[in-house]
């Protein structure tokens, strides 16, 4: 088992920035590819942003690149999610999760934890 609590989301202002961590409990955390995804109310969850074990790669989807950067601390436990330029269509519930891939996926199926998640109101 892999616990994880997301923190840091809120209320921001388009065009304004906010950091998501995710901290992970347990010794493996190291071993885990981590993985951000979202949903918004009405749509299916998509994938955001994913990071390697060592955090040597990150992937992201089209919309979120040059916005957003993943990071993970491993000596913390805990992968991060740091989103700027915000867009009102960035509202959603923000989720971490961990895979046994260490590479990272961007498959939803190729995680094994989730956390609860995190919301995220961006206002125009």
């Known amino acids: 088992q892999v616990p994880l609590v997301e923190s840091g989301g809120g209320l921001v202002q388009a065009g304004g920035s906010l950091r998501l961590s995710c901290l992970a409990s347990?010794?493996?955390?190291?071993?885990?590819?981590m993985g951000w995804f979202r949903q918004a109310p009405g749509k299916e969850r998509e994938f955001v942003a994913a990071?390697?074990?060592?955090?040597?790669?990150?992937y992201y989807a089209d919309s979120m690149k040059g916005r957003f950067t993943i990071s993970r601390d491993n000596a913390k436990n805990t992968v991060y999610l740091q989103m700027s330029s915000l867009k009102p269509e960035d509202t959603a519930v923000y989720y971490c999760?961990?895979?046994?891939?260490?590479?990272?996926?961007?498959?939803?199926?190729?995680?094994?934890?989730w956390g609860q998640g995190t919301q995220v109101t961006v206002s125009s």
């Open positions: 990071i390697n074990w060592s955090g040597g790669s990150t």
């Open positions: 999760a961990a895979s046994h891939y260490g590479s990272g996926s961007y498959q939803s199926s190729d995680y094994d934890y």
């Open positions: 347990g010794r493996t955390f190291s071993r885990y590819g």
